[in-house]
């Protein structure tokens, strides 16, 4: 399928982004990441100890940085680029568990692993240390091979935490600039997202459902970016041809996430979202049941939102006549009535998130020949 160089560039450094990711099996083998090198700080006021763990950690290719209290191990571990803390518990000037709960408090350092030095015997020190976000200990006398080992695992845990929010956001970035290209669609993903999130709130859906109908609508159409530019923007009567790469969306899509294993739960979405209850939609043909739950949310929110938005074939609609529009499709046997009853009852009152609609006077156009959306 044609597809422009700029377009072909962000997919390649994309997939060699997921690839790198993607594991053998169950999908995880630490050795296939770079190597565990980074930075580490070293908070210990014993010039003697700070000095003997920055050499065990040096001969091993780390970058130490030292610190003599909890403020500067504070100041290196927030305005520094640190893979990793080592910090002991009994320190002037904040002591271990503080500068843990500080630095797992803040957004910008939550993912930083903290490794605290504890003295052998002391328990409690260590059930302080839970509850300040230790991600680890380690006793006092450390032996190189122990520190060397932990450090290891925790940066390389840290390095494939960092690739994959990477990824992630490099999914959400190309999904986003696909759809800007063309201003009668510009926004639509961001909008089905907090629709779909809107209604499966009201479902009580379970974070994690959240989770999943946030991530698959914001990507929902993502296969679109290898559409020619003419084919997506073609105002109506799409050749046999055409519509054939227009439907290809939602199996390229799915085939683009799902190396990355935060999208696995999502993928149905993207690649169902064109599926109808009676099983004329595309490309499986399911119907029913068959059908996921927040597959079918996704599928009423993207409708709405694609009629209540001008695009290059139609006016907008009003959000009642998109709603009564639904409301025929149900009746056709496309999507689930209960969910869009819910749905329609999400919309009126100022507060609601469904509410925040383009502030046109939209034209009714009566007898609306949907194209693929
Ligand atoms: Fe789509």
Redesign the pocket.
Known sequence: MPISRGRENRQYSLVSCVTRLRAPGAGGNLSDIEEANGIIVVADDDKVLQTLYAEMLRAEGYQVLLAADGVEAIDLLTNESVDLGLIDVMMPRHNGFDVCRIIKSRQKTLFTPIVLVTVLSSSQDRINGIRAGADDFISKPIHSAELVARVKSLVKLRRLQNELAHCETGLFSLALSSEAKDPYTEGHCERVSRYAVALGEQLKLSSDDLSTLKRGSMV??I??ITIPDHVLWKPSGLDEDERRQMEA??II?ERFCAPLRSFKKSLPIIRW??ERLNGEGYPDGIRGEEIPLLVRIVQIV?VYDSLTTTRVYRSALTPNTAIATLRDEVLKGWWDGALTEIFADLIPGESSPICAQPKKAWEITPNVARK??
Request: proline share 8%.
């Open positions: 929902h159409d296969g679109k969306h939602p899509g979202h064109h993207e693929v959306s």
